[in-house]
Nanobody, 124 residues
């Protein structure tokens, strides 16, 4: 079975940092593209960044600042999202998603598999 396990969320003070992890199993990791998305209640899911595990190429949304950095570790079948200088508006549920095709992009409908999400709350 395909599984995407997102973890690393929590309560962080403004200005802090987090690294979210997405552990993947059940498919050939090196053939996949994995993306990070976030969603707040009442709003559409927002794509943040994605990485192709075929060639390491990355794509980020225009709205994403340099505070977000995506990386991948094929030895651990995991993709990470490091977020610096967290702000209250970064509060959301963060999801990772995977597609096992030579695609890269942040349209949610290209992704076949989704993790359960991890809550990030930025508050003093």
């Amino acid at each position: 079975d395909v599984q995407l396990q997102a973890s690393g969320g929590g309560l962080v003070r403004p200005g802090g940092s987090l690294t979210l992890s997405c552990a993947a199993s059940g498919f050939t990791f090196k053939d996949s593209t994995i993306g990070w998305f976030r969603q707040v209640p009442g709003k559409a899911r927002e794509g943040i960044s994605c990485i192709s595990n075929r060639d390491g190429s990355k794509y980020s949304a225009d709205s994403v600042e340099d505070r977000f950095a995506i990386s991948s570790d094929s030895a651990k079948n995991s993709v990470y999202l490091h977020i610096n200088s967290l702000q209250p508006e970064d509060t959301a549920v963060y999801y990772c998603a995977a597609v096992v095709l030579p695609l890269i992009g942040l349209q949610p409908n290209i992704y076949d598999y989704w993790g359960q999400g991890t809550q990030v709350t930025v508050s003093s």
